[in-house]
């Protein structure tokens, strides 16, 4: 399983808690070829984003990571129609209390520009290894909740 990243800007008029909030039962259909333009956001979806991994739900205009979810599917390439899907909703874990870019994220490479942009984004294991203990710590209320979707790994 791989950890990822997936950046919004939600000055463009979408927010992830139009995901978390959503009461649709079944996948939900997470970016499209033109909202996802980078090329290698486009070939990390298309090469290397697999069923079952881990995605950080990371609104950029705001710094912070809101929320975890897994994708539900395979990457896809253009012209499938979204090129991935998220789990339901029901599934995903919305935080409590959202991570910082500065302190909570300043240890991980997706957060800067070394890394480039780019909606998708690698996040390595020892980086997630130590967000993962941020994330449980800030929000010890969600604690189960989070252990179980993390588990998955």
Known sequence: MSVWVFKINTKRGWKFDQYFRCRAPGVYEMGDEGWIRS?????????EVKRGDLFLCYEADR???????????HGRDAGQGSLID???????????????????LDHILAFSPKR????????????FRRLRR????????QRDQLTRL???E
């Open 63 to 73: 710094k912070e990571v809101v929320g975890v979810a897994r994708a539900a599917s």
């Open 134 to 141: 941020i994330m449980l710590k800030k929000n010890a209320g």
């Open 86 to 104: 998220f789990c339901p909703p029901s599934q995903a874990v919305r935080l409590e209390n959202p991570l910082k870019r500065k302190p909570d």
């Open 39 to 47: 090329a290698a956001s486009r070939r990390f979806l298309r090469e």
């Open 150 to 152: 993390l588990q998955k």
């Open 116 to 127: 480039g942009r780019g909606t998708v984004q690698r996040i390595d294991g020892d980086e």
